[in-house]
């Protein structure tokens, strides 16, 4: 189902513990999962019994952040699952970010 | 992004984590988050939020329900005078003042609030307010501190500070037992960072509420601190306090210092007492959100062990320009030099401000002129040499105060130097260094003279050295050019 996204809007996946917020995002509507499945805005929407549809689990880190190709798109990951986000059917890819040390 | 999403983000992902607070009075992220949203229910209809005290443990509540309301917060100086004070608060009309227990009775123009009574009074049960999504909307005003002139309100939007944080903190990356502890003031902008990039990171924050060498070790030990950050006046009076004594803070990952050129003796003596923990040179200023540069452990490490030269005197360094932000250093054309030749410190990234109340300073292609004077070495390190401001011309010469004053600090006895231009008729401008003398130490101005000349040239010889107890300095460590320059301006030439 396709839906929008504002940087700073918030995608809980509907079928596991996965929690994700926009970073990054397209002008227009987009064709959104996580766990295979179009997320949701808040716990209480999630789906009973639900399940992380197959190739679309393996697990979400805390603190990555997850990028289609182009860079069109960027969620970040505030809360672990075993759900993975993917953009048009196509799984997003972890982002390599360089390690700073703390500053302040 | 703005900020208010990084509530949402911390209520997902350390709802149970103990975010603020001491141990004794924790609160976990779910709290903040209800906290916030209640005082942002409160908040709405003012125009901004002053907050004109100490640290506070659970000030960031404070800072983040201003985001969630979607108006500016504004940390004030509490320490200055009163009617300094009362005129920068002033300057927000329509404000909500929060204050600490001995500033309140001090605000004049407003009635303020105690910071722990607003907290106190947060109602359980409000109407609950959407936050705004608009990131180009003011999170900040911090007051710059003017050492060389009137306070300027320098704004940050909450796109500048979310890029700052996204670019080089890591959400959660904080292990569960990490604590910073914080002893620069919220007027500051390194106090504004670390609230914002510790909340980010998921560390617990522990106030210092004002700095006293044994009480900051002390607290380390106490709290299982992992993190700190210091001024370097700061580190001078731990080291001295330490007088040669290992800190025994085994807790200590890691100590960042910044806001001021520290003195490479005080730094190599607390690497030396503190040999376990990693040390970080932050360089930033409050109009480029905080740090842009970073000297970090590993550079320490290699700048102490090294038997090059070029790699040892990186320890003087403010390191590498975060990978987000560009850097230029241009001459007096505005032409870019090549490395190591020194000129104007260029900045241009999304973190960078470069804006005040009275407008933008940036120029037509986005570069902000932060007036400081540096070079970066071949590697890509950054030393920073002053303020152009206080450059010294003499007989059309371009003489950097530092130069002199690291020869002068590196001579046994010169506990602290400034070295300022005065008005000479026949050089433009005459060299004169100020002097602390370290206790019981007896210098003789001829041989300090010498010692310039012998390691720089004639023309960088101070024509007068000076001796005097003390040397100006702001709370957050910066030496008071100005007043030094009044003071010695009165002087006989």
Not at chain 2, 64 to 86: C, I, K, Q, T
Not at chain 2, 319 to 334: A, K, N, T, W, Y
Request: with cysteine; proline share 6%.
């Amino acid at each position: 189902m396709a839906m929008t996204l504002k940087p700073g809007t918030r995608l809980l996946s509907a079928v596991c513990s996965t929690e994700m917020i926009a970073v990054k995002a397209p002008a227009g509507e987009v064709d959104l999962t996580i766990g295979g499945v179009t997320p949701v805005a808040s716990a209480a929407d999630r789906i009973d019994g639900g399940e992380v549809a197959a190739g679309h689990g393996g697990g979400a880190s805390m603190g990555k952040r997850y990028v289609d190709e182009a860079e069109t798109i960027e969620l970040l990951c505030t809360k672990p699952g075993e759900g993975v986000p993917a953009l048009g059917g196509e799984l997003l890819q972890l982002k390599e970010a360089k390690a700073l040390p703390a500053s302040d | 992004m703005h900020l208010s999403s990084l509530v949402e983000m911390v209520e997902s992902g350390f709802g149970d984590r103990v975010l603020l607070g001491s141990s004794a009075v924790p609160v976990t992220g779910a709290e903040f988050g209800r906290r916030v949203r209640s005082g942002a229910a409160t908040i709405s209809g003012h125009r901004a939020v002053v907050y004109v005290g100490e640290n506070h443990p659970l000030l960031p509540i404070a800072l983040f329900a201003s985001a969630w309301a979607g108006v500016p917060f504004v940390p004030v100086n509490y320490r200055l005078e009163d009617h300094h004070m009362n005129a920068l608060v002033d300057r927000q009309q329509g404000a909500l003042v929060l204050a600490d227990v001995a500033t309140a009775p001090r605000v004049t123009g407003h009635s303020a609030i105690v910071l722990d009574d607003w907290l106190e009074s947060l109602p359980v049960e409000f109407e609950a307010i959407d936050p705004p999504f608009d990131d180009d909307g003011i999170a900040i005003v911090l007051y710059t501190s003017g050492t060389t002139s009137e306070p300027k309100s320098a704004l940050l939007r909450h796109r500048h500070l979310m890029a700052y944080l996204l670019g080089s903190v890591e959400f959660g990356g904080a292990g569960e037992d990490e604590a910073v502890l914080v002893s620069v003031p919220p007027y500051h902008v390194a106090g504004m960072a670390n609230m914002l990039s510790n909340t980010f990171a998921g560390r617990r924050i522990v106030y210092l509420r004002s700095f006293d060498a044994q009480i900051w070790l002390e607290t380390i030990r106490a709290e299982g601190i992992t993190n700190a950050m210091v001024v370097p006046t700061m580190l001078a009076r731990i080291v001295e306090d330490l007088d040669g004594r290992p800190a025994n803070v085994p807790t200590l990952r890691s100590l960042s210092y910044g806001g001021a050129k520290v003195s490479e003796r005080v730094l190599r003596a607390a690497l030396k007492l503190l040999p376990d923990t990693g040390f970080v040179n932050a360089y930033g200023l409050t109009e480029t959100a905080s740090t842009i540069a970073v000297l970090g452990p590993d550079d320490h490490r290699a700048a102490i062990e090294s038997d090059d030269p070029v790699v040892r005197r990186r320890l003087s360094s403010a390191g590498q320009v975060l990978p987000m932000v560009e850097i230029e250093i241009r001459g007096e054309s505005d032409e870019i030099l090549p490395p190591g030749e020194t000129g104007m410190i260029y900045l241009r990234g999304e973190q960078i401000s470069g804006e005040y109340a009275s407008g933008s300073v940036l120029d037509e292609h986005g570069w902000f002129c932060t007036r400081d004077r540096g070079f970066i070495d071949a590697d890509g390190y950054l030393f920073i040499e002053g303020r152009s401001d206080d450059t010294i011309i003499r007989g059309g010469e371009n003489i950097a105060p530092a130069e002199i004053e690291e020869v002068l600090l590196a001579q046994p006895g010169v506990a602290e130097v400034c070295v300022v231009g005065l008005p000479d008729d026949e050089w433009g401008q005459r060299i004169v260094a100020a002097i602390v003398p370290s206790s019981g130490a007896r210098l003789d101005a001829e041989q300090l003279r010498a010692a310039v000349r012998a390691e720089l040239r004639g023309s960088k010889t101070p024509e007068l050295v000076v001796f005097r107890d003390a040397l100006p300095h702001t709370e957050t460590g910066k030496l008071l050019r100005r007043v030094v320059v009044q003071e010695l301006a009165d002087l006989p030439s």
